[in-house]
């Protein structure tokens, strides 16, 4: 996620650990890597990734990601933005000769700038919404499952079977605000989707919330954050695992990969790192 680009562990251990290690880097990390004054933020956001830039694939946009997966197959090759990622060591070489001084990329750089930072206000508005609805889900718990959770206990058998009604009727919220109907995918096809994947993160993103003493603790502007934050879990859930700093975004991944193998089913052949490795060559 983007809060890991600029920390040399776990990034830089990430890439050093073993020569074929493959960075997947999403829509909304590009657009975080311009937040705030681009012209800053941007190079330091690259610092790392520049020098693997041969180690990168670059993604589609979740739009095209959520079309793609609506078909019900895992093809990550498909996920790939080919283009951007065979042209990913050109942009890392155009930030710094921005930054060294050249007054017609840096004007590019700062344009894009304004796009992605105007995005990432939106986004962040949009997930306050969506932060409601999350919270909502804690409603129908009990006191006993919520201390369960505070008291970081496994979920029993009738704790799994709330969270799974939960989890999908928060889909169907989700499905509704993505496509204007409630009406959920057949059960065989639902776990490939990824808005059913960034609902369920979002659940237990509110599983996260209680286990720390409840989403009343959190700053409204810390609860939006955490929900963007769930659309990287919901990007890595398809590959290999995630780089982050973030101590909720690690947990509510852990707990992500679990509920997909072993409550809805989605155990997928483990070649997430082939399919990139292949794609990356092609790519390039």
Known sequence: DANALRA????????QSHPENVGVITDFCC???????SAVTLPKSLMIIGKYAARIVVLKSTSEIVALTKHGGIDRYTFIDVVQTAEFGQF???VELASAGYAELAAQIAEHGRVANDYL??????????????????AAWTPQLTKRLRRHEPPTTDDIDVFVRGILTLAAKFYEAYS??????PIQKL????????ALAGYLLAVSWTADGGVQAAASTQLANDVVDMNYVAHASYFDGIVSGDRRVQDVYDRHRWYLSNVFNADWPDS?????????TSAH
Do not use: H, W
Request: with cysteine; proline share 5%.
């Open 8 to 15: 040399a562990s776990p990034l830089e251990t990430f890439f």
């Open 31 to 37: 657009m975080e890597c311009y937040k705030g004054a």
């Open 92 to 94: 890392c070489a155009a």
């Open 121 to 138: 206000a939106r986004v962040a508005a949009e997930a306050q919404g969506l932060g409601g609805a999350i919270i909502e889900v804690g």
């Open 180 to 185: 204007g109907t409630t009406q959920l995918p």
């Open 191 to 198: 776990p490939a989707e990824f808005v059913f994947r960034f």
């Open 272 to 280: 997430a790192a082939n399919d990139m490795r292949a794609g990356l």
